[in-house]
T-cell receptor
């Protein structure tokens, strides 16, 4: 199974952009890159996902490297409500549907 | 629209007891999965299903059974609870195997 690697923690100032990195050097051509975030005592919440091209939605942007071995979740203006654990996972479109475990994610702290 | 509903939200068991965690979704999603999350850790995949009648093991399947007799329901059974199964359990579903995952609110299980 392909693995993802994320920093354990990051800090950002409120209203500044945040770039959360994820490495997935063993990604296969059919793996979709997903990002979720989890607030304390809640279930994970979907943020964004993509395959090859960069993606934008109301919550964030996803920048995918040309070789797809890494990606970056971009929060354009961090707010205190964005403080959460952010997970990067891969979901395969073919072969086994067993997806990558979520790992420990990146704890984002937003400073006022 | 209820989304993914998990019951019970809290449960205390004694070692050796059995129980079933219920998960239901009303979005006609084909893919459903169960995760466990231990304190300070990410989510680990227990079992998953790509459709009614089809289930497969995830990363940590030992001690758990699942079945998928309908599209809507995906119960998780603990046959003989052990203290090592104390955890928070999350159920998730998605329309496709690569699409957005929707999570339930979680079920907190304590095994004494």
């Amino acid at each position: 199974d392909a693995k993802t690697t994320q920093p354990n923690s990051m800090e950002s100032n409120e209203e500044e952009p945040v770039h959360l990195p994820c490495n997935h050097s063993t990604i296969s051509g059919t793996d979709y890159i997903h990002w979720y975030r989890q607030l304390p005592s809640q279930g994970p919440e979907y943020v964004i996902h993509g395959l090859t091209s960069n993606v934008n939605n109301r919550m964030a942007s996803l920048a995918i490297a040309e070789d797809r071995k890494s990606s970056t979740l971009i929060l354009h203006r961090a707010t205190l409500r964005d403080a959460a654990v952010y997970y990067c996972i891969l979901r395969a479109s073919s072969g086994s549907a067993r997806q990558l475990t979520f790992g420990s994610g990146t704890q984002l702290t937003v400073l006022p | 629209n209820a989304g993914v509903t998990q019951t019970p939200k809290f449960q205390v068991l004694k070692t050796g007891q059995s129980m079933t965690l219920q998960c239901a979704q009303d979005m006609n999603h084909e893919y459903m999965s169960w995760y466990r999350q231990d304190p300070g850790m990410g989510l680990r995949l227990i079992h998953y299903s790509v459709g009614a009648g089809i289930t497969d093991q995830g990363e940590v399947p030992n001690g758990y059974n699942v079945s998928r007799s309908t599209t809507e329901d995906f119960p998780l059974r603990l046959l003989s609870a052990a203290p090592s199964q104390t955890s928070v359990y999350f159920c998730a579903s998605s329309r496709t195997r690569t699409g957005e995952l929707f999570f339930g609110e979680g079920s907190r299980l304590t095994v004494l």
